[in-house]
């Protein structure tokens, strides 16, 4: 079965840090594009970042820019989502989706910023 | 960066009806367009993709059509399960843009 599972989510203060994480299974991650999409309570969803199967190619949201990082490690079929500088705007759940496309989703992981 | 506008924002409608949602990019996406339905507490679930193939597992009575600017998806027969909010997608460009989304409510 095609799977995605994210963990890292929490609560941290504006101006912290969290590093999101995403588990893949049931499918070839190294040869995948992967996506990070959010979600803030009761709001739309928003496109967060972009990587190309083997990482070489990487793009972001002009909201997140400069503060955010997007890596994988293809031999641990894992995707993270490294968050700096943390706002209350990014408070949102976090999903992880497959390629371009987003063909599979997560079931997301809730980040809270607040002090 | 390509804006996508989506319409109408929240319809009623009743089981059984025929519904049309649609999406407008600023500029050409070739037909690099997919549709999502969420349930409340639940991940989005790809429905069409590359503007009119239907996902695997998908229902027939969803489908997409356009090309260019200008999508739809549509409807037909409206099931109770059908209840839920709908967002186009367009990934054809180097930043992602989903619509503001279309809540589907009970008539």
């Known amino acids: 079965e095609v799977q995605l599972v994210e963990s890292g989510g929490g609560l941290v203060q504006p101006g912290g840090s969290l590093r999101l994480s995403c588990a893949a299974s049931g499918f070839t991650f190294s040869v995948y594009s992967m996506n990070w999409v959010r979600q803030a309570p009761g709001k739309g969803l928003e496109w967060v970042s972009y990587?190309?199967?083997?990482?070489?190619?990487?793009y972001y949201a002009d909201s997140v820019k400069g503060r955010f990082t997007i890596s994988r490690d293809n031999a641990k079929n894992s995707l993270y989502l490294q968050m700096n500088s943390l706002r209350a705007e990014d408070t949102a759940v976090y999903y992880c989706?497959?390629?371009?496309?987003?063909?599979?989703w997560g079931q997301g992981t809730m980040v809270t910023v607040s002090s | 960066d390509i804006q996508m506008t989506q319409s109408p924002s929240s319809l009623s409608a009743s089981v059984g009806d025929r519904v049309t949602i649609t999406c407008r990019a600023s500029q050409g996406i070739r037909n690099d367009l997919a549709w999502y339905q969420q349930k409340p507490g639940k991940a989005p679930k790809r429905l069409i993709y590359?503007?009119?193939s239907l996902q695997s597992g998908v229902p027939s009575r969803f489908s997409g059509g356009g090309s260019g600017t200008e999508f739809t998806l549509t409807i037909t027969s409206l099931q109770p399960e059908d209840f839920a909010t709908y967002y186009c997608l367009q990934y054809n460009s180097y930043t992602w843009a989903f619509g503001q989304g279309t809540k589907v409510e009970i008539k």
């Open positions: 989706a497959r390629e371009g496309a987003l063909s599979v």
């Open positions: 990587i190309y199967s083997g990482g070489s190619t990487i």
């Open positions: 590359a503007a009119s």
